[in-house]
């Protein structure tokens, strides 16, 4: 089994900052891209930004230059640092890692459970 445990979310105003944190820990043999989506009430779930193994990253407009995703791979771990949050930023966030749990087994994505990020002065 595989598990993804999600931490950092919370209330925030405004122009502030949250540091969301993703670990995988579970039956992984390697671990490819690894990425945050997020779902605002009423809207479809929606790619924040993405990173592959060998670091090369993308983002949704509405988050370039705000948000920074990293990946320390030692431990299975996928950052997203959210500056100058904005109330459209509000969402349930979700991780997302593509993995392998055996030699020969194929690439599977695994969700997080989500953390709720709320910008509200």
């Known amino acids: 089994q595989v598990q993804l445990v999600e931490s950092g979310g919370g209330l925030v105003q405004p122009g502030g900052s949250l540091r969301l944190s993703c670990a995988a820990s579970?039956?992984?043999?390697?671990?490819?891209?690894m990425g945050w989506y997020r779902q605002a009430p009423g809207r479809q779930r929606e790619l924040v930004a993405r990173?592959?193994?060998?670091?090369?990253?993308n983002y949704a407009d509405s988050v370039k230059g705000r948000f920074t995703i990293s990946r320390d791979n030692a431990k299975n771990t996928v950052h997203l640092q959210m500056n100058s949050l904005k109330a459209e930023d509000t969402a349930v966030y979700y991780c997302?890692?593509?993995?392998?749990?055996?030699?020969?087994?194929?690439?599977?994505?695994?969700w997080g459970q989500g953390t709720q990020v709320t910008v509200s002065s």
């Open positions: 997302n890692v593509d993995l392998k749990t055996g030699w020969g087994r194929p690439a599977t994505p695994y």
């Open positions: 579970g039956s992984i043999f390697s671990i490819y891209d």
């Open positions: 990173i592959t193994s060998i670091d090369s990253t």
